[in-house]
């Protein structure tokens, strides 16, 4: 072996040339080294370099010399002329390594700046994509944007909670999922060289799937890659992220404006409750109100009369906005009916016949009427509603209980009448089933009885002061736990003056 021939090798290993003339050129050394014929280079038994007469020889490693051992391993084949010298084949040897080392670090930096391109294409598709909540809009900008970053001739974007719920909101080319395998592609998506398809998937949920087909090249089209894989990937999650985003968003903006309503309902309801009433010719009313939710089920009227008052206490069935509209209608039935000079049993008639024919059949309402007149005398109908309490001047408690069905339950129905005389300083306490249905840590409800020493222990108090009284101590009884009902007291107090 010749010194130039040992040198120009080695000045091939420290170059280690990352590009294909490198094997040429350790080939083209080794063949004038043995004076051969001609020669070939094969790696793993494909042939990377030919030489002279070569050309027409088989490729394959048997009979060959063993240039590299491994995974992909380099063998030498020479036509005519003796095997080059040990000198020749070791540093033949060192530049083939040191090429490999040199195209492996190559195509490290390649994926590594093949895998910033592809984060910084997700980063710019993540500020593409702030703030659009239609789904149609965010589907096309989506799809528009994976087209680009994929190049492929068809691509898909499905959204819902279900395979056969899915709805196709942007597709670009023919749809890939046509024929597709949609409830595999949904748990654990597809791969094929011309398909790829991910389920858009979040930690609790899967909101879609993305599909694409036909991958962009020069003779056509080309088998998708690990690196086309792992990048649908990545776009799959960003996908995700924005759909479930502009869903929450979407929930917010749509809470948001229910809470609106509500409150603007709530407001329209509270003016229906007048803070303040008229003077009254021998009574007095006090009241307590607190709605569970926004709009509440309870209501309550007072209509000055002649010498007196009336007054209708109910609990509409259900709760939130539709118990609140069925609460007003009941109110505006009340103020109209109470000025009619009939038996108040008559009264709950009108307003039970007209419940049942305008809502629903499990739709109705407990209610108590009372009337009391300027001599008092005062009548009760009690629609299936909590017992209503008499608070005598020596502080002893009576019960007016239910005198008949609650109102609306069926299309006829009849109350009878109870009539008791009010003295001066005594009281009717009239509430709903948010305080008797209160319960404590253990889920006891309070109860009527209970409910009864509550309002005997507070009956020294007078008007609002006895209502907030009464509630407070029911509190106490919860142990500060919010009520989950409407919650509603009216206090009818017959003055000294009446």
């Known amino acids: ?242 759909l479930e985003n502009a869903r929450l968003y979407r929930a917010s903006l749509e809470k948001e404006r229910l809470d609106r309503e509500l409150a603007v309902a709530a407001e329209v309801q509270a003016y229906l409750q007048p803070p303040e009433f008229p003077e009254m010719a021998g009574y007095r009313i006090a009241t307590f109100r607190r709605p569970a939710r926004f709009v509440a089920g309870d209501c309550f009227t007072v209509s000055p009369r002649a010498g007196g008052v009336e007054v209708m206490l109910a609990d509409v069935s259900g709760k939130g906005v539709g118990a609140g509209l069925l609460a007003a209608s009941l109110q505006s039935g009340a103020r109209l009916l109470a000025g009619l000079d009939e038996p108040l049993a008559e009264t709950a008639g009108r307003l039970g016949r007209t419940l049942h024919e305008t809502t629903e059949p499990h739709q109705f309402a407990t209610a108590v009427l009372v009337r009391c007149g300027e001599d008092g005398r005062v009548t009760f109908v009690n629609a299936g509603h909590p017992p209503a309490f008499v608070l005598r001047g020596d502080l002893r408690i009576e019960q007016v209980d239910s005198t008949g069905l609650p109102l609306g339950l069926l299309p006829e129905s009849a109350w009878t009448e109870r009539t008791l005389i009010l003295r001066p300083g005594d009281r009717i306490v009239l509430y709903t089933d948010g305080l008797t249905e209160a319960e404590d840590a253990s889920g006891e409800e309070l109860g009527i009885g209970n409910l009864a020493q509550i309002v005997a222990a507070a009956a020294r108090e007078e008007g609002e002061v006895l209502c907030a009284a009464v509630v407070e101590r029911v509190e106490r009884h919860t142990g500060g736990r919010p009520f989950t009902d409407d919650v509603t007291v009216v206090v009818i107090e017959r003055t000294p003056a009446g």
Do not use: N, Y
């Open 1 to 242: 072996m010749t010194g130039d021939t040992l040198r120009r090798l080695g000045e091939l290993a420290l170059e280690g040339l990352p590009g294909p003339r490198l094997p040429g050129i350790v080939l083209d050394i080794l063949v004038r080294e043995s004076h051969a014929a001609g020669g070939l280079l094969l790696r793993a038994g494909t042939v990377v370099a030919r030489q002279g007469t070569a050309g027409t020889e088989p490729a394959g490693d048997e009979g060959a010399i063993e240039l590299l051992p491994g995974p992909e391993p380099w063998h030498l084949r020479l036509v005519g002329g003796p095997a080059p010298e040990d000198g020749a084949l070791a540093a033949a040897r060192l530049a083939l390594r040191m090429w490999e080392l040199g195209t492996a670090l190559r195509e490290a930096r390649l994926g590594e700046r093949l895998r910033l391109w592809e984060l910084d294409a997700i980063r710019t598709l993540a500020s593409s994509i702030v703030g659009i909540l239609d789904p149609e809009t965010l589907g096309t900008e989506l799809t528009t944007s994976l087209v680009m970053l994929m190049g492929v001739r068809r691509a898909e974007l499905l959204v819902g909670g279900t395979p056969e719920g899915a709805r196709r909101v942007a597709v670009f080319g023919r749809p890939p999922s046509d024929g597709t395998d949609a409830a595999a592609a949904w748990r654990e998506g597809i791969t094929t060289d011309r398909l790829l398809a991910r389920p858009l998937a979040t930690s609790s949920e899967t909101l879609g799937l993305v599909l694409v087909a036909d991958k962009e090249a020069r003779t056509g089209s080309q088998p998708f890659s690990e690196d086309d894989q792992r990048l649908l990937e990545l776009f799959a999650v960003q996908a995700a992220v924005a």
